[in-house]
């Protein structure tokens, strides 16, 4: 249900308490989900399969790489302009995006994973301009790919503390590959075809819906 309709959608979820969206509701007990494998856990389903973390690690890489080239081929007022995606532009695209894979590092050490997508607006406002952004996002992609280059994603499968719940590292790791994958035919609809066009058909697993917004 909608919890901002205005109507049966948002009563049901003022009684619920305000739970963080989005969130299931079993039994009164409201769960907030970040990936679907928690909602197969909440309704006692089969476990949710995943493809393995060393292959999605490496193909998020390759998202944040054509992301990365395409901005920094896009005019820089393109990067500023409000897209269907709640009126997020491409620039704060990238912030949601990229923070992420910013964190995935550490959380694979410390077990704890602070994404906080509601402060995406003040992390761009700390960017400052589009130099800072390009940065920012170099960063992260290189760290990204050097944590790939030390770390074997297959000898452990850390539980990892979010916001919405405990998951797998490996399942954090499969849900911003998606995330990713996700906003960048985003991206791509808001700027135009850019040196980086990156074709996400080949994925295996990437189910994305037919809509782009």
């Known amino acids: 249900m909608n919890a901002s309709d205005g ?79 709640r009126g997020r532009t491409p620039s704060n695209l990238t912030v949601n995006v990229f923070h992420p894979f910013e964190l995935l590092p550490a959380a694979w050490q410390s077990g704890e994973f602070p994404w906080h997508p509601q402060e995406d607006d003040d992390r761009e406002r700390g960017l400052g301009d589009r130099g800072g952004l390009l940065a920012f996002a170099a960063e992260t992609a290189a760290g990204w790919r050097r944590f790939l280059d030390v770390e074997d994603l297959t000898a452990r499968d850390p539980l990892v503390d979010t916001s919405r719940g405990p998951v797998r590292f490996s399942t954090l790791v499969a849900f911003q590959r998606w995330h990713a994958a996700y906003h960048y035919r985003q991206l791509v609809h808001a700027i135009g075809d850019g040196p980086g066009r990156l074709d996400l058909e080949p994925f295996d697993d990437l189910v994305l819906p037919r809509e782009v917004f």
């Open 7 to 85: 109507a049966e959608g948002e009563r049901r979820w003022n009684e619920a308490g305000r739970p963080v969206v989005p969130s299931l509701l079993v039994d009164g007990e409201a769960t907030p989900v970040l990936h679907v494998s928690q909602i197969a856990e909440a309704l006692g389903l089969p476990p949710v399969p995943g493809g393995p973390p060393e292959r999605n690690g490496a193909e998020a890489a390759a998202i944040l790489d054509a992301w990365l080239a395409d901005i920094r081929g896009a005019e820089p007022e393109a990067l500023l302009l409000p897209t269907p995606s």
